[in-house]
């Protein structure tokens, strides 16, 4: 009783004490000091907290540095768990974990309307200078736009010239980057049209903050980012962007920078996700290569550079895109979102027109400004620049061009009067064609958390506009780019910029949609929409992780052995060794080679092609298998110390496989992961069978083949005789229940290759049913006694054969 009380005395006193514990951010002590002369997001200019900041200030002033410190936690841990990255192109051409900035941008919902409304006028502009460029081409002949800003462009496509794309509209999705100048006004800082990257990992930023703040999100009234996608969905399903064809996102392939966010937007809005060699053009009509055979597309959500579609009309060097597919969307077969082209309207130079073709083309001035331009390709406005370098940033006059410092922004006109004096002029008359000089201002603050306190740092916003059945839609929020210092050139990711969650707030309780269908109009994709290269793909998941099992199942059987007797010379040892080696997998060099970890790495990439279609925990688990024997190889003796790492990675393929088996949806995909599983168990039991059954097996061969098949137990239950030759063919090759069996492997194989789609065969067996059917039926027929080793080998041709007879009918 005595030690309860103590206990519970103690107990109370620490609760005491963590209540008494200092805050994580004391507001009080004016740690928080904005920039000199540069308005900050969270507090005015008197240092006060803005009215729309108080209830998040006043909820983190309660908290502290622990509880803090928990929370971001998790939101780190969420991201990690989801694998959420970009690539970073600084010569290693590396993956990096996404860079969250933990407290969120909050904005008043009154203020949002009031940008929102401006960059609609914005897109509509855009919209309308598309229609120009690409048709009747006015406004270079009335003199708004100087020629050499369209005919150098290198993103105005000739080819595209005249076409009018079907649905009637060149924009559906673009973004801005705006940011508010030292007066407290929002600017245009670009615009992007080409190929928006960012809506995915908004989305992401908006999962992880609220798992930073939950409790407080869901008070202050948050406005969601569901609606803006759901509605975004809904247009391209509607036929807004014209055809009755399927819909996809257009990547370029893994290697891209945002490929994650490509599979991510592609998951999360349940369309396909398409690179160009999945798809071909057939009669002026653009087609995805599925199992099933081509089967129209109508509308692409196009995310790579837009010259890169087509190595026929377009780039001739481009490897990712498809021939034909000018031709398709000439024809009217298909929309591109955005239309082929679109990237002209990235152009820097056009900044400084805009406001003329907005009256122009819309009789109304802009609402919202840009960041002021001046192009050097005219004689006043050079002549400007090189007069006030010391305002000025220096950079490309065309999006496509290349920067000029490793900050990838402009750089600075003072900076570049101080390097080149007296020969500014000559410079930017001989290059004023491709130059802008634009106003270098001090973008507003927004906190950081760094190094355990809030410091004020540059940030802008990127807005994000989808067309909808109702007209331009904006997301209700982005994401902010938060700079690494005070330096305006460190917002960019590449330059180590970080990304926060963007909180509009309403007033009033916001509604909380889905992207959940109604009843009424629940669609279901054929299960033969599966592209042949994710087809592909899963067959040779499905392969490599047996593989990889089978080889460490193999590894463990042999240093369990080792162990045990101490002598690589035994013969079943110096046996299994060559047959590790023929392999691939030398054991002279490691007890766990470094070749171990080939087929790992080969079901990674296999995964990380079809992203879009394999779920958050499978991947995760097969990342942590990948980690952990990368760990272990190299670094593990021969003998107990192996086995026990192989034993543990067994563990997480089982795990692995666990995932997969209990939570993939039983579709075209699940078969051919199914098949490349069981092909390759089969192939890898047969091998073992033909190599250590025959009569010239060494002692131990048939334990130890029971041992890799995991059937120990089983043999001694089922035969009440010592173990030998016929009872091992027996269970291990023809054991219709045994699922280590060959036969096993034949059966579920030929069970999942008659639910394929027939591709053409209506009333007859395809090649690959009938190939399948008759290994299957030769080997069911079989005796213990009528197996030879010679058969073996012509069942191990068999299974090759049955993989080619697969890729040739559907891959």
Known sequence: MAEAKAEHSAERHRVEQDSEAEPAIAWNAGNYAPLPGIPDEMVDAEGKVRPVWQPFVNALSGMTTDELAERFSRADRYLRDAGVFYRAYDGQDDTRAWPFSHIPVIIDDDEWQELAEGLKQRADLLEAMMADFYGDNRLVAEGFIPPALVASNSEFLRPLVGVTPAGGNYLHFISFEVGRGPEGKWWVLSDRAQAPSGAGFALENRVAASRAFSGIYGDMHVRRVASFFGAFRDALQSGTYGGEGRFGVLTPGPANETYYEHAYIARYLGISLLEGEDLIVVNDRLMVRTVAGPMPVSVLWRRLDADFTDPLELNQHSRIGTPGMVSAIRAGNLTMV???????????????????????LLNEDLKIPSIATWWCGQENERAHVAASLDQMLIGPAYSRQPFFDDSGLSFSGKRLGERRPGAVNRWLEKRGPWLVGQEAVKLSTAPAFINGKLEPHPFSLRVFAARTNDGWKLMPGGFARIGSSDDVAAIAMQAGGRAADVWVVSKTPVATPTLLTRESRVPRNHPA???????????????????????????????????????????????????LDNAGLDLSEAALPKSLMRDIDSAVYSAGNIRDRFSPDGWLALNDLSKTASRFVDRVGPGDDAAHAITILLRKLAGFAGLVHENMYRSTGWRFLSIGRYLERGLHMTRLLGELSGEDAPDGAFD??????????????H?????????????????????????????????????????????????????????????????????????????????????????????
Request: aromatic fraction near 8%; proline fraction near 3%.
């Open 338 to 360: 955005n239309a082929l082209g679109s990237g002209i309207v990235e152009t820097r130079a056009l900044l400084a027109f805009l406001p003329a073709l907005s009256r122009r």
């Open 529 to 579: 929409n599966l592209p042949s290269r994710a087809a592909d793909n899963l067959f040779w998941l499905g392969r490599y992780i047996e593989r990889a099992e089978g080889n460490l199942r193999i590894l463990r059987a042999w240093h369990g052995r080792f162990a045990e007797v101490d002598d690589r010379g035994q013969a079943l040892l110096t046996r299994v060794e060559a047959y």
């Open 704 to 717: 130890i083949l029971l041992e890799i098949g995991d059937n120990v137990m089983t043999h001694r239950r």
């Open 719 to 811: 035969y009440n005789v010592n173990t030998d030759r016929l009872t091992i063919t027996d269970l291990l090759a023809l054991d219709p229940q045994n699922p280590r069996s060959v036969l096993f492997q034949l059966n579920q194989m030929l069970a999942e290759v008659e639910k394929l789609p027939s591709q053409g065969h209506m009333t007859q067996m395809s090649p690959l049913h009938r190939e399948t059917m008759r290994v299957q039926s030769g080997l069911a027929v079989m005796t213990a006694n009528s197996i030879s080793i010679d058969y073996y080998a012509t069942l191990e041709r068999d299974f090759e054969a049955l993989s080619d007879c697969l890729a040739q009918s559907y891959l």
